[in-house]
């Protein structure tokens, strides 16, 4: 007598909700494919240059002497800078952090629909398409960051242990890049006018960060409202960590942190729901 013959499995699909929808493990389990793309993207960025990485160390150097020049001797701003720091080294500390999140923010902006090949073809998670402009970065960071060192034992400018909080702000610039990374990238991927409004965008979120000045320029009842600009606490904080007379970051960088965990959280879900049109749109 024949065993009747059993029944297929019944396979449920359900949708997952919560944190558990935007699959951040996944991320992990593809990071060969995070560092692949991050290698591509520093091979692109020094592909037939003279100089190569050299504009890691140009690029910071020549936006240091226009701000010295304009803001600095113009608008009489070097007065601001704390005791025993020269303006030009104050004012370099705060192109380190806020270059290196222009430069993920804009790689990011335009990563989904200039990986439209890829996209289009595979399947891996889309968020790692965003992230990679971050790594490249970092490359960038660390060759600036050697050259503040370097300029500031040249010139007698001491640092002290708090230079070990350092990659604190490092990460929390990263964080914001990440968090308005993501979003423009959603958003470029639908609306081809974000490419359109970046310069502007970048152009006065520098005028609105405290590059050329203090935070102690802005009044002390407006510094939280002010720290809602996200790279202020990074700017600041950064500052602090580098130059042992520097202000302490105050209630600017509290408000910097929830921002940037408000617009971090935000755009992962945005991106996760706007992710699965991303074929279609690029």
Known sequence: MSAAPSEPPELILEAKRGWRSLELGELWRYRELLWILALRDIQVRYKQTAIGAGWAILQPLLTMA????????LGNLAATAPPGIPYHLFVLAALLPWQLFTYALSSSAMSIVNGRALITRVYFPRLAVPASPLLCGLVDFGISFA??????LVQGVPTGPRILL????VLLGMLAATAVGVWLAALCAVYRDIKHIMPFLTQFWLLATPV??????????????YGLNPMVGVVDGFRWSVFPTADPPGIALLSTVFSTSILLVGGLF???RMERTFADMV
């Open 270 to 272: 945005f991106f996760r």
């Open 147 to 152: 050259l503040l060192l370097f300029l500031m």
């Open 166 to 169: 350092a990659p604190v702000f």
């Open 212 to 225: 050329a000045y203090p935070v102690s320029k802005v009044p002390a009842a407006w510094q939280w409202l």
């Open 66 to 73: 226009v701000f010295v020049i304009f803001f600095g001797r």
